[in-house]
T-cell receptor, first 112, second 115 residues
Framework: AQSVAQPEDQVNVAEGNPLTVKCTYSVSGNPYLFWYVQYPNRGLQFLLKYITGDNLVKGSYGFEAEFNKSQTSFHLKKPSALVSDSALYFCTVRDNNNDMRFGAGTRLTVKP | NAGVMQNPRHLVRRRGQEARLRCSPMKGHSHVYWYRQLPEEGLKFMVY????????ESGMPKERFSAEFPKEGPSILRIQQVVRGDSAAYFC?????????????FGPGTRLTVL
């Protein structure tokens, strides 16, 4: 069965600095990997996904993620953080089965 | 194109009552998923439905919980005889197909509080 781990409960960065939110996964077949963001009292919004092809995936709001098969990682990155990026970020993995497995989430705080 | 709609947004029930949560998927989507989120936790998969069929209910508690997605109308998640431990945010998501590569589009959630 697939699983995903987000090793950091919280990430703090200063506005304008690069940010990384870490994610590692475990799946038996080819992974489909996703990042979602959740703002307070809101549903989840899709940011980006890796299906196949280029290991560097670009998504919404300037975010990107790098798929690393040897390290089974899919870290989320942004070159320059904004205060408005502060939110809860979820990494998810799916093989071709039905359920999507979520990480526990990482709370990103960007300070002015 | 309206997104995934959920209602009510907030629901308060007393112990022993029934809770009914509704989800209307995005237009053109025939696959619906229900998740439960406890405070400061990730989402836990509950059930996956297509029109008139439950495809995977492996995450659903065996008792008191049921889900349906009728031919007409929204998907319903029903919790009978609610207990305090049922208090959580319940999110519905929809996708256009069943393939694992399809992202899911989430509704705003229903926050259930059991008194």
């Amino acid at each position: 069965a697939q699983s995903v781990a987000q090793p950091e409960d919280q990430v703090n960065v200063a506005e304008g600095n690069p940010l990384t939110v870490k994610c590692t996964y475990s799946v038996s077949g080819n992974p489909y990997l996703f990042w979602y963001v959740q703002y307070p009292n809101r549903g989840l919004q899709f940011l980006l996904k890796y299906i196949t092809g280029d290991n560097l995936v670009k998504g919404s709001y300037g975010f990107e993620a790098e798929f690393n098969k040897s390290q089974t990682s899919f870290h989320l990155k942004k070159p320059s953080a904004l205060v408005s990026d502060s939110a809860l970020y979820f990494c998810t993995v799916r093989d071709n089965n039905n359920d999507m497995r979520f990480g526990a989430g990482t709370r990103l705080t960007v300070k002015p | 194109n309206a997104g995934v709609m959920q209602n009510p947004r907030h629901l308060v029930r007393r112990r022993g009552q029934e809770a009914r949560l509704r989800c209307s998927p995005m237009k053109g989507h025939s696959h619906v998923y229900w998740y439960r989120q406890l405070p400061e936790e990730g989402l836990k998969f509950m059930v996956y439905l297509q029109k008139e069929n439950i495809i995977d209910e492996s995450g659903m508690p065996k008792e008191r919980f049921s889900a349906e997605f009728p031919k007409e109308g929204p998907s319903i998640l029903r919790i009978q005889q609610v207990v305090r431990g049922d208090s959580a945010a319940y999110f519905c998501a929809s996708s256009p197909g069943s393939g694992g590569y399809n992202e899911q589009f989430f509704g705003p959630g229903t926050r259930l509080t059991v008194l």
